[in-house]
């Protein structure tokens, strides 16, 4: 299920987030094609969060992006050089 593989894809060594077969199926309707892609990656994205392993990380853009880099800081221990560097970087006026 979610280590499937995307057929012909250039990188075969990644498991699969949004398998949609044969794409030939979409003809030209790249809406429809981009629709399935991501209603297939969600189903796949609940089922990884329903497992509730404490090393996922799900990561909200409703937070800020600051507040984002900040978990991922902690979560992978990697540590934020220059928090106001970044904070200007991405436009916030105050951290």
Not at 25 to 39: H, K, N, P
Not at 46 to 65: E, M, S, T, V
Request: charge should be negative.
């Amino acid at each position: 299920m979610i280590t499937q593989r995307i057929t012909g894809c250039a990188r075969t060594d990644q498991p699969c987030l949004a398998e949609v077969g044969d794409v030939t199926r979409f003809g030209s309707d790249f809406d429809r094609y981009t629709a399935t892609v991501l209603l297939e990656y969600f189903i796949r994205l609940q089922a990884i969060h329903g497992l509730n392993n404490p090393l996922n990380g799900f990561f909200d853009y409703a937070d800020g992006a600051f507040e984002m880099m900040e978990a991922f800081s902690a979560f992978s221990r990697i540590p934020i050089k220059d928090a106001a560097q970044l904070s200007e970087r991405l436009n916030i006026t105050a951290v």
